[in-house]
């Protein structure tokens, strides 16, 4: 059971260039998250989805895109990379909304943008 | 708005020491309490969690209770072992919004030393 697969694992970024974080996940789970993690900060949460075809705004949008045209995957996207986006991207799911469905988290993508 | 403070870290301990990670929170409303561990090459997994005051949550030998009237969710253990080394993070959710509307903290850093 391989859970929530980020890939890749490190990448370094030119100002301006773009690129798609991928992630996917084998539980059929609905609800999938991408967060950020700068250092000494906690997870800010970037977009969400409750269900395929459907994508909502957290709390750090700018700059992103994302897409959910199946269940399983949930790609985010940096159209221009900025230095301000270097940090380490985790993306997670759940099966329901609500206090008792823990997230499960990958191992996250270390992003520099130099 | 939410928030959840965790004591400043790292914080490097010998082996069978006792472990206190201090976190209080400010929410509006009734929020849930959660204790998400990561340890190196992972991603976040969820520890302990509490649903409303004075419920303990416990795993793996670690607690935590939820106290309402000091606002603090304070992660122990009574006797830490050199696997315990881990970011921990204190996080929260307002009752009923479920998982996308997560507040964590900044991550306390354990080192356990044999």
């Known amino acids: 059971n391989a859970g929530v697969t980020q890939t890749p694992k490190f990448r370094i970024l030119k100002i301006g260039q773009s690129m798609t974080l991928q992630c996917a996940q084998d539980m059929n789970h609905n609800y999938m998250y991408w967060y950020r993690q700068d250092p000494g900060m906690g997870l800010k949460l970037i977009y969400y989805?409750?269900?395929?075809?459907?994508?909502d705004k957290g709390e750090v949008p700018n700059g992103y895109n994302v897409s959910r045209s199946t269940t399983e995957d949930f790609p985010l996207r940096l159209e221009l990379a900025a230095p301000s986006q270097t940090s380490v991207y985790f993306c997670?799911?759940?099966?329901?909304?609500?206090?008792?469905?823990?997230?499960?988290f990958g191992n996250g993508t270390r992003l520099t943008v130099t | 708005g939410d928030s959840v403070t965790q004591m400043e870290g790292p914080v490097t301990l010998s082996e069978e020491a006792f472990l206190t990670i201090n976190c209080t929170y400010t929410a509006t409303g009734y929020p849930s309490l959660f204790w998400y561990v990561q340890y190196p090459g992972e991603g976040l997994q969820l520890l302990l969690k509490?649903?409303?005051?004075?419920d303990k949550g416990s795993n793996k030998g670690f607690e935590a209770t939820y106290r309402k009237e000091t606002t603090s969710f304070h992660l122990e253990k009574g006797s830490v072992q050199v696997s315990d080394s881990a970011v921990y993070f204190c996080?929260?959710?307002?009752?009923?919004?479920?998982?996308?509307?997560?507040?964590f903290g900044t991550g306390t850093r354990l080192t356990i030393i044999p």
């Open positions: 509490a649903t409303k005051a004075d």
């Open positions: 989805s409750v269900g395929a075809g459907i994508t």
């Open positions: 997670a799911s759940t099966v329901a909304q609500g206090d008792n469905s823990p997230l499960h």
């Open positions: 996080a929260l959710s307002d009752q009923g919004f479920g998982n996308e509307k997560l507040t």
